[in-house]
């Protein structure tokens, strides 16, 4: 094992879950790993207090003229729950078949160290300086982090933004990602009687707010997956005829798409291929549903409460904010009579997109290019990674989204990996840009 897997497995084994305050000392100690290791490779770091989890700053300066590179990735990991369909335990890294079996393995301890080992490899050749900033609330959203920047946007000062917390195309093919969507999340609760009721004396005569929940959630989508509320579409930035021709052009095969998660369709909205679907246009899912009875066997009962919680990724340049708005406005419409209703919000996220053919873009695409032996494509995901709209806003630096993880990777699922490979490549390809960069500027 090399010294830069077996680093990884150290930083993989501290289960840094944010959104459980069981792991908060947990989040203590991977900040700390990740600063006594940046400070091994001769970095300035300073651990930064908030008031949830921390953020790792660090920087490593050689002149006032070298062109300076910024990197950010999160050390936060989502909870691995459920425990008992893992292979082997989500917090006992193990190498098996090639690829690194741990949560946080390609979300995003595994990307955010591949650019670690990148700096430490190249020792007094390192031709940049270099900030880290690597925060622990990623995975839990909207946390201090945005803060943080507003008021240290002078120390951050960087010609470009690096960040690894993507996807590549497919096995094989790197990319670099031009955009990520934005997200707005919230909860519906909705009650009809004061208590249950059984469903024979009641049945024919009471609300059920199960069917409730049904009919507003039927009222979201048209049959042909158009988005119902109305002005949800209003600030979509068209596909240009461009995009469309690029997206067509790229080895993606649809069927093989839907076989590899065992879907036999993959519906959505009308007009629009699959990736035109999931990289730029906006969604709305339900991403969970509750109510009555879910035990064994049957019960014969009216429940008196109901809830479901949905999620929508947006793109540029819908406002996460208003969209927020404009959806409950039309979910305290469609709200059949009889039922009091609880719209309870669960954070929003910005969409992204960045210059197609800044300098630090066509560094990376020669870095990528030699590592894996063939052009990255230029990508788009339907992921959401919201800070980096905080970054492009308040910094105005180019950004280079060049992630390593596939979309096999089992994010926030059981038996996350990541390619061995892919790690390796990745450290490559961090070191090839530290090289290429520092040219561009010359
Ligand atoms: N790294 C992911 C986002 C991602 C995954 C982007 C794959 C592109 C390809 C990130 O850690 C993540 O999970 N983001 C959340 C955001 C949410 C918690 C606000 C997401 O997309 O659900
Ligand atoms: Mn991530
Ligand atoms: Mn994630």
Redesign the pocket.
Same mark, same amino acid.
Request: aromatic fraction near 4%; hydrophobic fraction near 30%.
């Given at each position: 094992m090399t010294q830069a897997l077996s680093e990884l497995f150290e930083l993989l084994r501290i289960p840094s879950v944010s959104a459980d305050p069981a792991h908060n000392q947990d989040m203590k100690k991977a900040a700390g790993w990740l600063e006594a290791k940046l400070r091994s490779i001769g970095f300035n770091v300073e651990v930064v207090p908030t008031p949830n989890h921390p953020i790792v700053y660090a920087e490593k300066r050689l002149s006032d003229i070298a062109p300076t590179v910024l990197f950010y990735g999160?050390y936060d990991v989502?909870p691995p729950d459920p425990l008992v369909l893992w292979h082997t335990p989500p917090f006992e890294p193990t190498l098996r078949d090639g690829k690194i079996y741990a949560r946080g393995s390609s979300?995003?301890k595994g990307q955010i160290f591949a650019h670690i080992a990148a700096v430490e490899s190249l020792g007094d050749q390192l031709p940049v300086n270099v900030k880290f900033v690597i925060e622990g609330e990623?995975?839990?959203?909207?946390g201090n982090l945005v803060p943080w920047l507003e008021g240290n946007l002078a120390r951050l000062k960087a010609d470009v933004l690096v960040v690894s917390?993507?996807?590549m195309l497919a096995p094989g093919i790197p990319a670099i990602?031009y955009a990520?969507r934005g997200?707005a999340?919230l909860e519906v609760r909705l009650q009809g009687s004061a208590r249950d009721l059984h469903s024979g004396t009641y049945g024919g005569g009471a609300p059920n707010p199960i069917h409730a929940a049904a009919t507003m959630i039927a009222k979201l989508k048209s049959q042909d997956g158009k988005i119902q509320i109305p002005g949800f579409y209003d600030k979509v930035r068209p596909l240009s005829e461009q995009e469309r021709k690029l997206y067509h052009k790229l080895p993606f095969d649809a069927a093989e798409f839907a076989a590899a998660i065992g879907a036999s369709a993959m519906p959505g909205e009308a007009g629009y291929s699959l990736l035109e679907r999931i990289w730029a246009r906006p969604s709305l899912d339900v991403n969970g549903i509750w109510g009555g009875y879910q035990g064994e066997g049957s019960k014969t009962v009216i429940p008196a409460k109901a809830g479901f919680k949905l999620s929508m990724r947006l793109v540029p340049d819908q406002d996460p904010e208003a969209i927020y708005a404009l959806t409950k406005a039309y979910l305290e419409h469609i709200l059949p009579a009889g039922y009091s209703l609880e719209i309870l919000p669960h *954070?929003v996220?910005k969409p992204v997109v960045t210059e197609l053919d800044s300098a630090p873009m066509q560094a990376a695409s020669r870095a990528l290019e030699k590592a894996w032996g063939r052009k990255p494509v230029f990508n788009r995901? *339907?992921?959401?990674?919201?800070i980096v709209a905080d970054f492009q806003q308040l910094m105005n630096i180019p950004i280079v989204m060049m992630?390593f993880?596939l979309d096999d990777d089992n994010?926030?699922s059981p038996n996350e990996k990541f390619d061995l490979i892919n790690f390796e490549k990745a450290i490559e390809s961090s070191r090839n840009f530290l090289l290429e960069f520092a040219k561009t500027l010359r």
């Open positions: 999160h989502q979300d995003d990623e995975e839990v959203g909207f917390d993507s996807s990602t990520l997200i999340l *954070g996220g995901m *339907g992921g959401s990674v919201p992630g993880g994010l926030h």
